[in-house]
């Protein structure tokens, strides 16, 4: 193991059974599958379903890397998912970056914890210094996961490992405010001042930067002077402060490898922390101040191996001169704090440019645009911290897409109810703002089945009772709801909330059209019950004269129609043209319609403006059986349809000369007739009823003279003629 010293607080979280190189994960690299040896891949999984170590070492010695990736899951992941323990030390030891995430933001301690229950692979990966913490794209972390998947050990292993390693910080931090502790803090102050060496220019540009700012100000050759020396005082303190932790560090001598796990060893076993010869400061000095002379040739460390002996404060004392007078770290912080005023002041002039344009950069460094379209993009995605940048720079919450939606739209379109505040926010405009399909916010939410987004645009101010005008569809959110196709609970409670909050049960949109005809429209019997009791008028009329009873007639949805006739509607009332309830269900074909409207009072010989019945537009539509129905209900026979082709046709001439002979036999000679022009004549081959004719005429007008005589109705459509006898006890 490499000879460590201690930094941070946080260092010894590094400590490993096994130290392992973590690579650094390639950003924006796409891997090459195509080499040949990602193409052992197959064997390498295959090797880890099976459990066979040997194989996959054997396959890493080939040169295999174990940071491929397939679709984002590392080899690590899936032995982690498989609770292959050894394979995972194996796949750890050959240098995976044990910290690498899928597409889902999971690690091998997420796929641990939620695929599968044993604590072996778990313990393996938490000592090998996984980031227990870490976060998915949802939010959870491995110990959620482990909890939701109820896996028992493995939540009270997690627990553990982050309870130690809060005990550990504790205890690290306390001891690096010892004596004892003040050179591994101290030498870890000057590792962090080490590393930003390279970065020497940054306050001579930054501060020099600033006075350039200031100069707009304050006079441009005075600020940037200003900031110009302020940016030196700054890099000559920082190398000062350096220079001075190097001196006395050289003072006490080499720090030996510690960390909270060898610090608790030491302590147990009396062995001395540092090395035998090391010096030590007094207690008392916090800080780099003077320091006690070098201690001689033959100093020795006490019985307990804590350093004993002191350094003279000289050793560390500033240089003398100029800098015996004047505090060159006060200096350095008085020309600070004069440049920091003057940003201060410029910053709360320009604050909100400055938060749009740092923002915007932040999107630009994502490879994300500040357009309208970037903006929609990511609110579909439902990416949160790109939408959180987005407003931060201020983009104009008003862009739409082709299909006119903004942003609050297409949010409530999929439901991403934890982003809607802010879009309200944004733009509370748009609240009640329709897309060109005409659909606002709270409707496209309704429609949509979004329950909880409905309630927050609600709570938002979203208007309930919002009706976009020249709408002949859905214009309101309580019509919008009922007018969904595929009407769920969720549906139903979003109907009653929006009740609740005061929705029109008699709303109408352009064409007259209100919520108890969209109920009607689809079936919605217990929201066409609640709507009632919000005080729905079962007698309500659009602009055509269409109500809600006329509506479930033609869709024969019987139910529906009978809940509205017990609740009062009027089963006579017709459209402006004089169509009613019943012709529309007679023309549809819905049987048990017809009988439920004729049960309950239907006028059966109604009749339209242009002078249709029931029995016209049943016979119109070819429907046979409400044929039947309606004549034997009493319907006028005279009020059948004969199309204009049969009127004018001059058929092949048929004679006829019987005297109660049976209806089949006549009827059959009149069919052979019609074959020749084309028709087709049915009828039932047991109509047994007697009758007598003389006559020689073209066949259709032989087949309405024994029709007039005989009752029977003639059900004709294109080139069929359907026999419909009618009061004969065929029909009784």
Not at 219 to 239: D, K, N, P
């Amino acid at each position: 193991m490499e000879e460590k010293t201690a930094g941070s607080n946080k260092g010894y979280q590094k400590q490993v059974k096994k130290e392992v190189a973590q690579p650094k994960p390639k950003k924006n690299v796409t891997p090459d599958y195509s080499s040949p040896l990602a193409k052992k891949w197959p064997a390498l999984i295959e090797a880890i379903e099976k459990g066979d170590a040997g194989a996959v070492q054997k396959l890493i010695e080939e040169g295999l890397n174990v940071n491929l990736a397939r679709s984002g899951v590392t080899p690590l992941m899936v032995a982690a998912s498989k609770g292959q323990e050894e394979i995972a030390r194996v796949i750890i030891e050959a240098g995976v970056n044990i910290n690498e995430k899928n597409d889902d933001g999971w690690n091998a301690l997420h796929k641990a914890a939620h695929d599968q229950p044993g604590t072996g692979i778990v313990e393996l990966l938490l000592e090998s210094g996984i980031d227990s913490e870490a976060k998915d794209r949802s939010g959870k972390t491995a110990l959620m996961l482990a909890e939701e998947r109820k896996h028992g050990d493995i939540v009270r292993e997690i627990k553990k490992h982050q309870g130690q390693l809060q005990t550990d910080a504790k205890e690290w931090t306390a001891f690096l405010h010892t004596a004892e502790g003040k050179p591994f803090r101290l030498k870890g102050r000057l590792d962090t001042l080490t590393s930003y060496t390279p970065l020497w220019w940054l306050p001579l540009a930054a501060l020099g930067g600033a006075g350039l700012v200031a100069g707009f100000f304050l006079g441009m050759v005075r600020s940037v002077v200003v900031g110009a020396i302020a940016g030196l005082l700054v890099v000559a303190g920082y190398y000062l402060r350096m220079t001075m932790l190097r001196k006395y560090l050289e003072k006490v001598g080499p720090l030996p490898e510690l960390d909270i796990h060898l610090l608790r060893q030491k302590r147990r076993t009396g062995e001395p922390i540092m090395a035998p010869g090391a010096r030590r400061i007094p207690e008392a000095a916090d800080e780099l101040l003077p320091a006690s002379p070098d201690l001689s040739e033959g100093s020795s460390p006490s019985e307990t191996g804590v350093l004993t002996a002191s350094v003279e404060d000289a050793e560390l004392r500033a240089p003398s001169g100029f800098f015996r007078k004047v505090d060159l770290k006060n200096v350095v912080f008085a020309g600070l704090a004069i440049v920091l005023i003057a940003l201060l002041a410029f910053a709360a002039v320009k604050k909100e440019s400055l938060a749009k344009w740092y923002f915007t950069k932040k999107l630009q460094h994502r490879g994300i645009p500040l357009t309208g379209r970037a903006f929609l993009d990511a609110v579909s995605k439902n990416d949160g911290e790109a939408l959180e940048l987005f407003i931060k720079a201020g983009i104009a919450g008003d862009a739409t897409n082709d299909k006119g939606q903004t942003g609050l739209i297409i949010a409530a379109e999929q439901g991403h109810a934890e982003h809607l505040h802010q879009l309200v926010r944004l733009t509370p405009a748009l609240l009640d703002q329709p897309d060109a399909s005409g659909m606002t916010p709270l409707m496209t939410a309704a429609y949509n089945g979004h329950e909880e987004f409905v309630q927050s645009l609600v709570e938002s101010g979203a208007d309930v009772n919002h009706i976009v005008q020249g709408q002949e569809g859905a214009a309101s959110a309580l019509q919008a709801v009922l007018d969904a196709p595929d009407f769920q609970e969720e549906h139903l409670r979003i109907m009653q909330y929006l009740l609740q909050k005061g929705a029109d049960v008699k709303g109408r949109n352009a064409a007259g059209r209100f919520p108890l005809q969209f109920a009607a429209a689809h079936d919605r019997l217990e929201a066409a019950m609640e709507l009632r009791e919000k005080g729905a008028d079962v007698n309500d009329a659009d602009l055509r004269g269409e109500t809600a009873l006329r509506v479930a007639a033609c869709s024969g949805y019987t139910d529906f129609i009978t809940f509205l006739i017990d609740q009062g509607a009027d089963v006579k009332t017709a459209t402006a043209d004089g169509q009613t309830p019943l012709m529309c269900a007679a023309h549809e074909g819905h049987v048990d319609s017809v009988t439920a409207l004729i049960a309950r009072g239907a006028d059966i010989n109604a009749k339209a403006a242009q002078g249709s019945t029931a029995l016209t537009e049943a016979s119109l539509a070819g429907n046979g059986e409400i044929v039947k129905l309606l004549l034997e209900k009493g319907a006028d026979p005279g009020s059948g349809y004969v199309p204009e082709p049969y009127r004018a046709l001059k058929g092949s001439v048929v004679a006829i000369n019987v005297k109660r002979r049976a209806m089949r036999d006549v009827l059959k000679r009149i069919a052979d007739a019609a074959a020749q022009d084309g028709y087709t004549i049915k009828y039932d081959p047991a109509l047994n009823q007697k009758t007598t004719l003389a006559v020689r005429a073209p066949w259709n007008v032989v087949l309405n003279k024994l029709a007039n005589k005989d009752h029977l109705f003639l059900l004709i459509k294109e080139k069929e003629v359907q026999i419909v006898p009618f009061h004969t006890p065929v029909i009784r």
